[in-house]
């Protein structure tokens, strides 16, 4: 049963176009004129229950825009939006108490008093019974160890840590689905590796269903079977992980080490040459020309080792974000 | 309804953090009281009756002023609302199961009943101090009077600002204009400086039709017995018509405004 389902998700965003300048502030103000920004551009897609799927793209993609419009903060332009059976924009509470979106750079908590404050708030808004926010509480302060940070005020938190009280405040209603838009941003590596390990088990525990945005690959490598792409509004790929390599590679790499030094031009003719350094080469080659590239490369060559390897999800994304060797 | 007695009791411990920007507004508060106060005192100096207000009268008024200011126009809602819509910040509420409006009017009437409280305690302070001459014609019809209406007025400045707060949804950057207006007007028109039968007959024509008297003027009137009878339960009438319009107005603007909300930030 698909939990979430999205059908030709359109959002135009009408923007005011500012004259630059004082003369031009007032040119505007008597004389409005917009222009239309497609942030999210026909995308379909559906999730089923207990799905961990990572959302990503370059900056400006549209991902923030999607799940704004999935939690119900934006009128879709056009397009059809199912989450849990209801439609987001509509705001009912019977919808609102089954999810939640933590934005990352966003906080709900209040500022001045202590984190523990708003999660009462959170509970009574919740209508949260008191033995279940007992013990949710209880098991997320110790997962999160947050425990002596409760009492204190959120403005006196260090970043990480007001970020695992947001956390909290976002899961006091124990959400059947979670949007977590940049959830691992401006973290250490350490904190980063436990909000990993904490999303995973959350996850796994309650059977929820996340849709998780990162600029970080790892949160990706580490958290998604499956990835959702999407570039400039636009559904580039939804599938596993791996098969990003297999559609959208059409190089491999050959890593090979030189018994004798070489003249590194004359290596272009066997395909595009990403690295040199005496004695190690690596060199990109067209997928269908690959066991050609090395025999060429054995022949001619002195050889000491060579390795045929696929490219890195890394490096393959990102040209799929720049729009390169999409052929 | 218990979410909103939470939060009107986390409102009250959040102004407790801010007490030195608390305790400003009611010195901000007290001395307009002494401007106004010593204004009429000039005024009065050379003649006994004002505009048929004797001294005392005045005195009264202005000193009723105080209260009522305390009850009506200290509302926190009318200084974030704007902002929270203009940064995005409004989508927290959003998310919730929880009416944005009510949420603000509980914080207000959480910050109205702590500046009610002071408002007591100023006005024994300043009595004891100058110890002016005052006088009260009230009876029990004038006490209920003043209390319905004075529960309009909240509800009427409450909407009143946050209707004007909402142009942010179209102006995200520029509402602080439209807003400041409307708290001149307010300050101006609503008898807040001085009663407004004191105006030319024209002027309180025209102010009739707007909804700044009913919010200090028409309930301090009432307390005072100026307005008695059919005329009371008129003015009652029109304070609930107000009520009722602008707060279908304000609904409708929100509705709108949602539509156009672009939920900025990140
Ligand atoms: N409220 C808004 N009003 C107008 N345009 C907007 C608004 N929010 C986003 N946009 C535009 O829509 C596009 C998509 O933005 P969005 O925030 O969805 O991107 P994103 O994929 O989340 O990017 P990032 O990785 O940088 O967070 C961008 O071009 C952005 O400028
Ligand atoms: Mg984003």
Same mark, same amino acid.
């Given at each position: ?172 209603? $124990? ?8 959830? +691992? ?11 990993? *390990? ?14 998780? +945005?990162?600029?970080?690959?790892? *949160? ?17 790929? *939804? ?21 004798? *030094? ?32 090395? $025999? ?32 | ?59 009264? &008024? ?100 946050? $209707? ?6 179209? &102006? ?70 107000? +009520? ?23």
């Amino acid at each position: 049963m698909d939990i979430i389902s999205v059908k030709d998700l359109k959002k135009h965003y009408q923007i005011a176009q500012k004259e630059a300048g004082l003369a031009g502030s007032f040119k505007s103000l008597l004389h409005r004129q917009y222009s239309v920004v497609k942030a999210v551009d026909g995308v379909s897609f559906a999730i089923s229950e207990g799905e961990l799927v990572g959302f990503i793209g370059p900056n400006g993609a549209g991902k923030t825009t999607t799940l704004k419009v999935l939690s119900g903060l934006l009128y879709p332009t056009s397009g059809a939006v199912s989450v849990l059976g209801f439609t987001p924009w509509k705001r009912q509470p019977a919808f609102q108490k089954q999810f939640s979106l933590v934005l990352g750079q966003k906080n709900q908590l209040w500022w001045d008093l202590p984190a523990q404050e708003s999660f009462i708030l959170n509970k009574e808004i919740y209508e949260v019974p008191d033995a279940q926010y007992k013990s949710t509480l209880d098991t997320l302060v110790q997962l999160l160890e947050v425990a002596d940070l409760l009492k204190i005020q959120v403005r006196k938190l260090s970043l990480g840590q007001r970020m695992k009280m947001e956390l909290i405040a976002a899961l006091i209603h $124990s959400p059947k689905i979670l949007f977590l838009d940049e959830p +691992t941003i401006g973290l250490d590596v350490v904190m980063q590796k436990k909000m990993r *390990d904490f999303i995973k088990d959350y996850n796994r525990q309650y059977h929820s269903t996340i849709i998780l +945005t990162s600029h970080y690959m790892d *949160d990706v490598k580490e958290l998604c079977d499956r990835v959702i792409i999407i570039n400039q509004g636009r559904l580039l790929f *939804d599938g596993q992980l791996d098969e990003i390599i297999k559609k959208f590679a059409n190089h491999k790499i050959l890593t090979v080490i030189f018994s004798k *030094d070489i003249n590194p031009d004359a290596l272009k003719s066997v395909g595009q040459v990403r690295e040199f350094t005496y004695p190690r080469a690596l060199i990109s080659v067209p997928r269908a020309e690959t066991s050609a590239a090395a $025999s060429r490369l054995l022949r001619d060559f002195p050889v000491a080792d060579l390795n045929i390897e696929e490219p890195a999800i890394e490096d393959v994304i990102r040209e799929v974000f720049t729009g390169k060797d999409l052929a | 309804m218990r979410k909103y007695f939470t939060v009107f009791a986390a409102s009250w411990q959040d102004e407790f953090t801010y007490r030195l920007n608390f305790i400003l507004w009611r010195f901000r508060n007290v001395l307009r009281f002494l401007m106004t106060y010593f204004l009429w005192q000039g005024l009065f100096s050379a003649t006994s009756t004002i505009y048929g207000y004797s001294r005392p009268d005045m005195v009264a &008024y202005i000193f009723l002023v105080l209260i009522v200011q305390a009850a009506i126009t200290s509302a926190p809602s009318a200084d974030n609302i704007g902002g929270e819509i203009g940064s995005g910040d409004l989508s927290n509420y959003l998310l919730k199961p929880m009416s944005y409006l009510r949420f603000w009017f509980t914080r207000d009437l959480a910050s109205k009943s702590l500046n009610l409280l002071f408002s007591f305690i100023e006005i024994t302070l300043l009595w004891l101090l100058l110890r002016p001459a005052l006088s009260f014609h009230y009876s029990f019809f004038s006490v209920f009077g003043f209390v319905a209406s004075g529960l309009f007025a909240m509800v009427i400045y409450f909407l009143v600002s946050a $209707s004007a707060r909402f142009t942010s949804f179209w &102006y995200p950057e520029n509402t602080w204009g439209l807003s400041f207006l409307i708290l001149i007007f307010i300050e101006i028109f609503s008898g807040s400086i001085f009663p407004l039968d004191v105006l030319p007959p024209a002027g309180q024509i025209i102010l009739q039709a707007t909804p700044f008297p009913y919010l200090i003027y028409y309930p301090i009137s009432i307390l005072d017995g100026k307005i008695t009878g059919l005329y009371l339960w008129r003015i009652l009438f029109q304070s609930a018509s107000w +009520t009722l319009l602008l707060l279908i107005f304000t609904r409708f603007l929100w509705r709108k405004g949602l539509r156009v909300f672009g939920a900025e930030g990140n």
